[in-house]
């Protein structure tokens, strides 16, 4: 089945600085790669998606890109803010016939500092 | 409100004891999907849905059983719990039966299995 792999598992900047948290995922057939946001004590919330058909996807400060070849995808967050401090993960679809299974990333705490 | 809603939010039990967390939601959602997280593991789906009637197996659906006999409800039984599956749990739903699209999050169970 699909393995996601998620680096760093905590990440500290200061307010203004970028962050760039990344991920692998094993099973070529893979085509959507969401990134979620957990604050402290709710449910993860949506921040961004790409599919297969794209390398890059940008939101105002938060990028995210792609690269199948290597199998590997990419969050980006410019000009960090205190208010982006939380827990951070990616995940990957299966492929074949089994794509509604999503698998997520270990978990990448990001604590962005005043 | 447009929500998931998860019901216990806390539970203490004890091995054995049969127990069901109950997940609805009112958007009219295909998709649903259970979820446990861990400290260091991140977000493991335990169990899936596409659709009213179809379910299909996560990543650790060992000691789980789901139902989706109407579109809005997805519940999470555990026969016969044991300390292994004290955790968070998180219910999600997503408009689309096809490629998960946006996952909305519940608020989360904790159990905790003495």
């Known amino acids: 089945g699909e393995n996601v792999e998620q680096h760093p598992s905590t990440l500290s900047v200061q307010e203004g600085d970028s962050a760039v948290i990344k991920c692998t995922y094993s099973?070529?057939?893979?085509?959507?790669f969401p990134w979620y946001k957990q604050e402290l004590g709710k449910g993860p919330q949506l921040i961004i998606d790409?599919?297969?058909?794209?390398g890059e996807k940008k939101d105002q400060r938060i990028a995210v890109t792609l690269n199948k070849t290597a199998k590997h995808f990419s969050l980006h967050i410019t000009e960090t803010q205190p208010e982006d401090s939380a827990v951070y993960f990616c995940?990957?679809?299966?492929?074949?016939?089994?794509?509604?299974?999503?698998?997520f990333g270990q978990g990448t705490i990001l604590t962005v500092h005043p | 409100e447009a929500q998931v809603t998860q019901n216990p939010r806390y539970l203490i039990t004890v091995t054995g004891k049969k127990l069901t967390v109950t997940c609805s939601q009112n958007?009219?959602?295909?998709?649903m999907s259970w979820y446990r997280q861990d400290p260091g593991l991140g977000l493991r789906q335990i169990y899936y849905?596409?659709?009213?009637?179809?379910?299909d197996k996560g990543d650790v659906p060992e000691g789980y059983k789901v139902s989706r006999k109407e579109k809005r409800n997805f519940p999470l039984i555990l026969e016969s719990p044991s300390p292994n599956q004290t955790s968070l749990y998180f219910c999600?739903?997503?408009?689309?039966?096809?490629?998960?699209?946006?996952?909305?999050f519940g608020e989360g169970s904790r159990l905790t299995v003495l």
């Open positions: 999600a739903s997503s408009r689309t039966s096809g490629v998960p699209g946006e996952l909305f």
């Open positions: 099973d070529s057939a893979s085509n959507y």
């Open positions: 790409i599919r297969s058909n794209v």
């Open positions: 995940a990957a679809n299966a492929g074949g016939t089994s794509y509604g299974k999503l698998t």
């Open positions: 958007m009219n959602h295909e998709y």
């Open positions: 849905s596409m659709n009213v009637e179809v379910t």
